[in-house]
């Protein structure tokens, strides 16, 4: 398993850079723009380092007001085997809120309410059952 980033949902992206850049001394590391879906993804990293990013989210068009809490989005952790994962989750009595129906990405809820984000190392695997056809599950 390889930690790869924690996510942070950020209402003006101008000042949160700033905030991350140039007073903390973080650097953007990618940028990813989706103009369908009206956000923005930039993932920011220590100077020389590629390793445990933190990931800016901005929508576009929200005026939501950001409270502790909902601001912080999800750790995300890439997995050998997404599917083997999943159903260690299952076995536990762990409900699996986003299952990987694509063979690539699912969410989990820790205790505490955390959403945790799995990603398939490498290329997705390919789609199967019970994955393919099992249901969202809550929020993730």
Request: a negative charge; charged letters at 25%.
């Amino acid at each position: 398993m390889q930690y790869l980033h924690t996510m942070v949902r950020v209402s003006d992206l101008k000042a949160s850079l700033s905030f991350y850049c140039d007073l903390l001394g973080l650097e953007e590391v990618r940028r990813k723009d989706v103009p369908e879906g009206r956000f923005t993804l930039v993932f920011l990293a220590p100077p020389g380092q590629s390793g445990a990013q933190v990931e800016l989210t901005h929508n576009w068009d929200s005026d939501e007001r950001y409270g502790e809490g909902r601001n912080f989005g999800h750790l995300a952790y890439r997995v050998d085997d997404i599917y083997a994962a999943c159903q260690r989750f299952i076995d536990a009595g762990v409900t699996i809120n986003r299952p990987p129906r694509d063979g690539h990405m699912a969410f989990v809820r820790s205790p505490d309410n955390i959403s945790i984000e799995l990603l398939q190392a490498g290329n997705p695997l390919p789609v199967c059952e019970p994955w393919a056809s099992m249901s969202n599950s809550g929020k993730w």
